[in-house]
């Protein structure tokens, strides 16, 4: 974590008409380095990647906070300065590969485009610059497959031209919003992989949005967990494996499969968290409370501060450092 | 992470791995060497000429390929190049005005080789009449569908894109257009001014465009939504680009098949304006010539009904090439590859 801060979250709000589904987010971001968010559905994980990106749905406001992306605080930009930083500073790959391209334009022009926008090639430099691109994601035969319609791409193709089209002006920071859910187990490695290629290639700094603790132990050099739009936990993914805080982060742990060499998930039920995450609405204090196994009176009263209980790490539970509860909740509830 | 690569940052090369020799990949038999790394880029990326980066006219002619081997399409298509040439042809076959009496009338079409579709109750020759009507058909077919179209696409994108308060002004004002009924209110607007083709043209075009806009709207409503469009705003697009180049493609399909059918309505309305008598009096059309016709139907049926039947094919054929423009320019609905 040497490098200079690239991107700086402070304190940002979203705010929808009736909820306020990212609340006081802090976070960083250096040059060069993955930076995994994680979470379950409802947790604010994608609405952060558009508040970042200042893409939001209408009906959601930016109440507070600052994003400061290499020394300007993108919420000031106005629009122009802000189009003019999307796709060739800040870019971003969705979630659905197979919606996410237009589907009546062909994949080079889709790829042509951003680079002519950005970095005013002429048609001709554009269309070798997207052929190099393609050939970079590793897609076979480039210079025909430029010519393709999306529809004629498989889902994991679909995915690396995205990500072609996101790297083609080589953005010095790249989010990446579940990258690899709608793909197959399989290409869901080639593709982390690839990002992980392009990150230290074309040195970008990169957010890997997932809901798979797999892909972050292996890929982020730093995990934020989140849940109910707060950041719970912060840590390195050796030190969050090898031991997690925040009751939410190990029922997360609990409930994957990977995590206990000499259990199967077909010997027993995996352990859930009981609940659902819409027992937030509504909380005054910690928003995980309602789920919580080492719940107290207090933690419905006021959010609980984040703790420093080690270097490069951060919790936000008051009652896990209390004495008997770091076994109660070690136990798996 | 410190990375050691993060330095530097070159402002030439996209990605140094990628200034691979570009001299012609070797034939045959690789060495060892070659074979461990041939998959590194793929083989053929080598050949990334500038000869690869002139062949992007690829999707067009497929279209075009689909669009022809239509049997519906091409008999609409070669239909309208008829009525086209006939109307190109007119003042060359039948250089004299249409409405000059030129022989006897009530010759009845077949019995006259001078006059192959005989001649009306003044004795004016009906084919020329025909011929002629095509140019006036056309014209008002075309100009008003153009005047329609960029109106209605305007007011449609803008409404359908940007939403909010822009999308309830418009809306009001397609309504307000929408309400009264457009036929009267052709008939006014030719009324008020004097009746020649351009106040005719005029007046189809501003009675057409609220059709396209909706249309318009609601499909840049629901394609606004889609992924791609997220992807382009993250992409820094502007909105005219988006409008443009992302949303407009998408969009088409229907509105070809409206103004392919636009161009026949504008043919209708306009024969319905001559049928009524206020059409341009001093050019022959084939509404005013059914209107001639219509008192002598139990008669000479043939005055009305060949102008007619000219109309009939000409709207049939505009739709038929509608249909078929809208399968070859969808790729998803091309079974190719």
Request: proline share 9%; no cysteine; net charge neutral.
């Given at each position: 974590m040497a490098n200079a801060s690239l991107l700086s979250v402070r304190d940002l709000t979203v705010k929808f008409p009736r909820i306020e589904p990212v609340r006081n987010l802090s976070f960083d971001v250096s040059e060069g380095e993955t930076l995994a968010i994680v979470g379950e559905s409802g947790s604010g994980k994608s609405l952060t990647a558009l508040a970042l990106m200042r893409?939001?749905?209408?009906?959601?406001?930016?109440?507070?906070?600052?994003?400061?992306?290499?020394?300007?605080?993108?919420?000031?930009?106005?629009?122009?300065?802000?189009?003019?930083?999307?796709?060739?500073?800040?870019?971003?790959?969705?979630?659905?590969?197979?919606?996410?391209?237009?589907?009546?334009?062909?994949?080079?022009?889709?790829?042509?485009?951003?680079?002519?926008?950005?970095?005013g090639l002429s048609a001709k430099a554009a269309r070798l610059r997207a052929i190099?691109?393609?050939?970079?994601?590793?897609?076979?035969?480039?210079?025909?497959?430029?010519?393709?319609?999306p529809h004629q791409l498989s889902g994991g193709m679909r995915q690396r031209v995205m990500i072609a089209i996101a790297v083609a002006c080589r953005p010095r920071l790249l989010i990446a919003d579940e990258p690899t859910t709608a793909l197959d187990v399989t290409i869901q490695a080639q593709v982390l992989d690839l990002l992980d290629r392009l990150?230290?290639?074309?040195?970008?700094?990169?957010?890997?949005?997932?809901?798979?603790?797999?892909?972050?132990?292996?890929?982020?050099?730093?995990?934020?967990?989140?849940?109910?739009?707060?950041?719970?936990?912060?840590?390195?993914?050796?030190?969050?494996?090898a031991d997690p805080l925040h009751p939410y982060t190990r029922g997360l742990l609990n409930a994957s499969p990977r995590l206990k060499d000499d259990y199967h998930y077909t010997d027993g039920p995996l352990t859930e968290i009981p609940g659902s995450i819409v027992s937030a609405i509504g909380e005054n204090g910690c928003p995980f409370a309602p789920r919580c196994p080492i719940v107290r009176s207090g933690c419905r009263t006021r959010v609980p501060d984040l703790l420093v209980p080690a270097e490069d790490r951060l919790v936000a539970c008051p009652v896990i450092f209390a004495e008997g509860e770091r076994h109660v909740a070690a136990r798996g509830l | 992470?410190?990375?050691?690569?993060?330095?530097?940052?070159?402002?030439?090369?996209?990605?140094?791995?990628?200034?691979?020799?570009?001299?012609?990949?070797?034939?045959?038999?690789?060495?060892?060497?070659?074979?461990?790394?041939?998959?590194?880029?793929?083989?053929d990326a080598m050949r990334a000429t500038t000869a690869s980066a002139e062949t992007g006219t690829t999707s067009a002619n497929r279209a075009l390929r689909v669009f022809l081997r239509n049997p519906n399409a091409m008999t609409g298509l070669i239909f309208l190049v008829l009525v086209v040439a006939a109307a190109l042809l007119a003042p060359v076959l039948y250089p004299e005005d249409p409405l000059s009496m030129v022989a006897r009338p009530f010759i009845w079409p077949g019995t006259n080789s001078t006059y192959p579709l005989g001649t009306d109750s003044l004795g004016r020759d009906v084919l020329s009449g025909i011929l002629h009507g095509a140019r006036i058909s056309l014209l008002v077919g075309i100009v008003a569908t153009v005047i329609g179209l960029a109106v209605g696409l305007i007011i449609g994108s803008t409404a359908g894109y940007f939403g909010g308060w822009v999308d309830d002004v418009l809306v009001k004002l397609i309504e307000i257009v929408q309400t009264l009924p457009s036929f009267i209110l052709l008939v006014v607007l030719v009324a008020i001014a004097q009746p020649s083709v351009a106040v005719v043209t005029g007046a189809v075009g501003i009675v057409s465009w609220p059709t396209v806009a909706r249309l318009v709207r609601s499909e840049f409503r629901a394609i606004r939504e889609k992924d791609y469009v997220v992807a382009?705003?993250?992409?820094?697009?502007?909105?005219?680009?988006?409008?443009?180049?992302?949303?407009?493609?998408?969009?088409?399909?229907?509105?070809?098949?409206?103004?392919?059918?636009?161009?026949?309505?504008?043919?209708?309305m306009e024969s319905a304006l001559s049928f009524m008598g206020l059409g341009d009096p001093n050019l022959v059309s084939w509404g005013s010539m059914i209107g001639d016709g219509r008192e002598l139907l139990r008669t000479a049926w043939y005055l009305t009904a060949i102008p007619g039947l000219a109309i009939v094919f000409t709207v049939l054929a505009l739709n038929l090439i509608g249909d078929g423009l809208n399968d070859a320019l969808n790729p998803r609905f091309t079974d190719e590859r």
């Open positions: 893409l939001l749905p209408k009906a959601a406001q930016i109440t507070s906070g600052r994003i400061d992306f290499s020394g300007r605080d993108l919420l000031k930009l106005d629009d122009r300065s802000i189009r003019s930083l999307r796709g060739k500073e800040i870019a971003m790959i969705f979630q659905e590969p197979m919606t996410s391209l237009n589907p009546v334009l062909t994949i080079g022009r889709q790829i042509t485009e951003s680079l002519r926008l950005h970095e190099e691109l393609l050939d970079l994601v590793r897609i076979p035969a480039p210079h025909k497959r430029i010519d393709d319609y990150r230290r290639e074309l040195s970008m700094a990169l957010i890997l949005i997932t809901h798979d603790l797999g892909i972050v132990t292996q890929w982020a050099d730093n995990v934020v967990v989140m849940y109910a739009g707060r950041k719970v936990e912060q840590a390195l993914p050796e030190a969050l494996f | 992470m410190s990375n050691p690569d993060t330095a530097e940052r070159a402002p030439v090369v996209l990605n140094p791995a990628l200034a691979y020799d570009r001299s012609p990949p070797k034939p045959d038999a690789p060495t060892p060497n070659e074979e461990r790394w041939s998959n590194v880029h793929a083989p382009a705003r993250s992409l820094g697009y502007g909105h005219v680009r988006i409008i443009i180049r992302e949303i407009l493609p998408n969009a088409l399909p229907p509105i070809i098949v409206t103004s392919s059918v636009m161009v026949a309505s504008a043919i209708l």
